[in-house]
């Protein structure tokens, strides 16, 4: 009514009791309209509320006593009014219920790039970048909310590990590069840590009884590895849903490295939440040229610790110049019963790996069969299958009877190693090969060098969408370079000359 008398007092001409007959329909019904949206505009803090608050993703959400609508939230509520019946909004959510339906809008979703990454291997270089910004500004904001607080960084964290590892020399030079100096010097990713899949391992030199042979790069313990976690800051395990206190982790390398998957597994192996665990498509060099933040100042010479919320509290003495000090560490805490971890998982033997003497079964099984009982692919039915992701060193130095061929670099991206093929290039080598891998009765052995490259043939897998368990899914850690010794009796099949 109050709307009707002011539009009468200043539009005299057009106000309802106005004699012309042109314009009063259309004033009429602008009216009606304007009343009708002020109403159910001041009606929104009177409506009942379905409070379908987010867990906590960066930061807590902003805890209020009465649900304040967002902008967005206006326009659901008022409109589609003959459909909805009830429309209840808060900060958080907007929730449309009808007769026959209820659809629950979380607004978080839409402008928090950790729920958008959330289950998701494989992120772009501006999906990094999306996240990375965003997790810059919400440690920004934290700091201010706790200015007088200890507490400086928010529960959940976004983490870059430089996972970086060369196993051949440089094209150019001709000499082995050093990853871990290359970190120190910069440049990095925002707030990295830089991970050594030789150090963070059961090396010989640390666990002479489970790697008597002095094997490289062996899966660590899981006590180790956890070690190794809470000293880089790094809170984790198995959550469940959008726990708050598992860091989200996006693996990374410079250009001229290859094997970021098997960082991936490490972290998945043993136990950290796998959709929590992230592959960054591209090179650090790929993220510079896309416009994204680096640290490029050199670590050397400075004190460990100036890179705020990258060391865990109390382990700074283990760090070298940023680079983590593993046997260190080991010496001084592994034995230490006192020093309980803080890093989550009950794994104590990395998941989905096997030894020799399964691998040695499945060779046994295949050469016992005969050619008689072996399908037109050279493959025994319903036995396990093993998939060899080596180079050239198939052919150059032999392989296991019945070992399928699928080079590792046919994986990835002929222009950008650190790029995986398209699922259908990926589903297409394999079916070349004869191997279903959506069949989880199939069982699958996978076996490489030494352990790294064959990471890429199972994170194919998990990309193509196959059921994973430890018993028809398995990497055979010694691989070639155990099976392959010349001390080893196992059935090898040489090139012949």
Request: charged fraction near 25%.
């Amino acid at each position: 009514i109050g709307v009707t008398k002011i539009a009468t007092r200043r539009y005299p001409r057009h106000s309802l009791e106005s004699t012309s007959s042109t314009p009063s329909w259309a004033v009429a019904c602008f009216l009606i309209t304007l009343s009708f949206v002020t109403k159910r505009c001041l009606a929104l803090t009177a409506a009942p509320v379905t409070y379908n608050a987010k867990p906590q993703a960066v930061l807590s959400p902003m805890s209020v006593s009465r649900p304040v609508p967002s902008f967005r939230g206006v326009l659901a509520y008022i409109s589609h009014p003959f459909l909805v019946h009830h429309r209840y909004i808060t900060r958080d959510s907007i929730t449309l219920h009808s007769s026959s339906s209820s659809i629950s809008i979380d607004v978080d979703d839409i402008s928090n790039p950790f729920s958008k990454i959330h289950g998701k291997t494989l992120l772009s270089i501006q999906e990094c970048i999306s996240v990375s910004n965003f997790y810059r500004d919400s440690l920004q904001k934290h700091a201010n909310d706790n200015e007088n607080s200890q507490n400086k960084i928010p529960p959940q964290k976004l983490v870059f590990v430089d996972g970086s590892w060369y196993h051949r020399p440089d094209p150019i030079t001709n000499l082995f590069r050093n990853p871990s100096l290359e970190f120190q010097t910069g440049p990095r990713l925002p707030n990295a840590r830089y991970l050594d899949m030789d150090a963070i391992a059961s090396s010989q030199e640390l666990f002479p009884e489970r790697n008597p042979k002095g094997l490289m790069h062996m899966m660590p313990t899981g006590r180790l590895f956890r070690l190794a976690m809470d000293a880089f800051g790094i809170s984790g395990g198995a959550g469940s849903g959008m726990d708050d206190q598992v860091d989200h982790v996006i693996i990374y390398a410079k250009r001229g490295a290859l094997f970021t998957p098997r960082i991936w597994f490490l972290f998945v192996s043993m136990g950290h939440d796998p959709d929590r665990v992230h592959l960054m498509q591209g090179s650090l060099e790929d993220w510079i040229e896309e416009g994204g933040e680096v640290e490029d100042f050199s670590l050397l010479g400075s004190e460990d610790g100036e890179r705020e919320g990258t060391v865990g509290y109390g382990f700074e003495r283990f760090f070298d110049q940023g680079i983590l000090n593993v046997t260190r560490l080991f010496h001084e805490y592994y034995h230490t019963e006192e020093v309980q971890t803080r890093y989550r998982s009950s794994v104590e033997e990395a998941l989905n790996i096997c030894g020799k003497q399964d691998v040695l079964n499945a060779v046994n099984a295949f050469l016992e069969q005969g050619e008689s009982k072996r399908n037109g692919d050279g493959l025994v039915d319903d036995n396990t299958i093993i998939i060899d992701t080596r180079g050239s060193g198939y052919k150059r130095k032999g392989h296991m009877p019945s070992a399928i061929h699928l080079p590792y670099s046919q994986l990835a991206s002929a222009d950008n190693p650190l790029v995986l093929r398209p699922k259908e290039e990926l589903r297409k080598l394999f079916i070349e090969r004869g191997i279903d891998v959506m069949n989880p009765k199939q069982k699958i052995i996978l076996s490489c060098g030494s352990g790294v490259s064959v990471c890429h043939g199972y994170l194919a897998m998990k990309i193509l969408g196959r059921e994973m368990t430890e018993e028809n899914t398995r990497i055979y850690d010694g691989s070639w370079m155990e099976w392959g010794r010349d001390d080893e009796d196992n059935p090898k099949i040489f090139p012949t000359i």
